[in-house]
């Protein structure tokens, strides 16, 4: 598995969706690349962190969040704002 493709799944696989095939392919990846693994280590706080804050996120947080995600996973570096 490639980096692009573990960007494209990561969500997958952070909710528990990810069928047993791709997620053993992907952890396999995680094992051998530091800057994915760092990504799903960042990745796996954020999602705790926004839990943790539970419905008292700002207007628009949740699709900051999910914008920069995806350009992370595109590489493709953030917009300033």
């Known amino acids: 598995m490639a980096c692009p493709e573990v960007g494209r799944l990561l969500q997958h696989y952070l909710d528990g969706s990810l ?39 700002p207007a628009g947080a949740i699709a900051r969040l999910r914008e920069f995600g995806e350009q992370l996973t595109t590489n493709h570096p953030p917009e300033d704002s």
């Open 19 to 57: 069928d047993d095939r791709h997620a053993t392919r992907l952890r396999a990846h995680l094992d051998d690349c530091r800057r994915c693994g760092m990504e799903v280590a960042t990745y796996a706080q954020i999602k705790t962190s926004l839990a943790r804050r539970g419905s008292d996120l």
